[in-house]
């Protein structure tokens, strides 16, 4: 089975500008969710969309938004960029359980804002 | 105040060394993960555990949820053990994920 993938897998954009992620999870999972790291704050969740609905949302503003799409396929989308947005943004999928889940995380995409 | 708290932060160790990474949180949880995050960014998910004790090769994992603190043990440590490890939380309202801020750890052949 193909493992959870993104794209792309580096970035370079302008402060302003906006940006947007794509990533494919493992076939059969309809989970996907989305985190953000960086050096100073470390590991972040920014939300989790399960059947093309936002099931969970962690603590950003509102310029970072997603989407599922309905082969479970998802986009995370930042507006109006700012220089603390550089970061490597993970994905992960997991399979469709209620409750805890185990992750399976894709390579990242690292974005540069300048 | 962090909900997930991991010691040491960074850790060396020679090869062949017992190692320990502890974890404490604060938050009702319904699952904890132990994660591994190589240099390059990828993470690969250890262990998810909601009691007890799991095991995995030489990597063995247990938590205590009444003390609300959990342990990743390596056995027989090894240079390609290299790399952070970072402890995670699902809480039991709202279903929100919390991280550690890692732990980097070294081993030396």
């Known amino acids: 089975k193909a493992g959870v993938t993104q794209t792309p897998r580096y970035l370079i954009k302008t402060r302003g500008q906006q940006v947007t992620l794509s990533c494919s999870p493992i076939s059969g999972h309809r989970s996907v969710s989305w985190y953000q790291q960086t050096p100073g704050q470390g590991l972040q969740f920014l939300f989790e969309y399960f059947s093309e609905t936002q099931r969970n949302k962690g603590n950003f503003p509102g310029r970072f938004s997603g989407r599922q799409f309905s082969n479970s396929r998802s986009e995370m989308n930042v507006s109006t960029l700012e220089l603390g947005d550089s970061a490597l943004y993970l994905c992960?999928?997991?399979?469709?359980?209620?409750?805890?889940?185990?992750?399976?995380f894709g390579p990242g995409t690292r974005l540069t804002v300048t | 105040k962090n909900e997930v708290e991991q010691s040491p932060q960074n850790l060396t160790a020679q090869e062949g060394e017992f190692i320990t990474i502890n974890c404490s949180y604060s938050v009702g949880i319904s699952a904890l993960h132990w994660l591994q995050q190589h240099p390059g960014g990828g993470i690969v998910s250890l262990f998810m555990l909601s009691s007890g004790k799991k095991k995995h090769g030489r990597l063995i994992a247990t938590i205590n949820i009444q003390e609300k603190h959990s342990s990743l043990h390596i056995t027989a440590s090894h240079p390609r053990d290299s790399a952070v490890y970072i402890c995670a939380v699902n809480t039991n309202t709202g279903n929100q994920f919390y991280f550690g801020t890692g732990t980097s750890l070294t081993v030396i052949p």
């Open positions: 992960a999928s997991s399979l469709p359980t209620m409750g805890s889940y185990e992750q399976y």
